[in-house]
């Protein structure tokens, strides 16, 4: 059995190759967080990227002005998350999870999406 798992470990990347079939492993962070929607509020958890060039990288929350019925839950910042704050700044590739009305989500969109 030894020698079996051996041989695999050295041998599973050259016929990888071999085959054309080897790729580099690609973190997919997700957000610690599950959303269970209720219709009576009709909130919706959705992640919204920051693209560079946005209007408002390198801005703060508070000068994002959420309208109300919006709240920027969590920020994804490459393999990092974080619960922000009002001084926390937005930074071009970020990726915001925002709970919001769906009224005040397409605001939200159109702020963060504006370049």
Known sequence: MFTSVL??????????KW???????VSDVRFPIQ?????????ELVEIPVPAGSA??????????????????LIRRGDEVFVPH?????????TLLVLAERDALARVHARVSRT
Do not use: K
Request: hydrophobic share 45%; no cysteine.
């Open 7 to 16: 041989l695999q470990a050295t041998t599973i990347s050259l016929v990888a």
């Open 19 to 25: 085959l054309n079939v080897e790729a580099p492993l």
């Open 35 to 43: 959303h269970n929607p209720t219709r009576s509020l009709g909130e």
């Open 56 to 73: 408002a990288a390198g801005h703060t929350l508070a000068d994002l002005a959420l309208p109300t019925g919006a709240v920027i839950v």
């Open 86 to 94: 009002g001084t926390s700044q937005i930074e071009a590739s970020d």
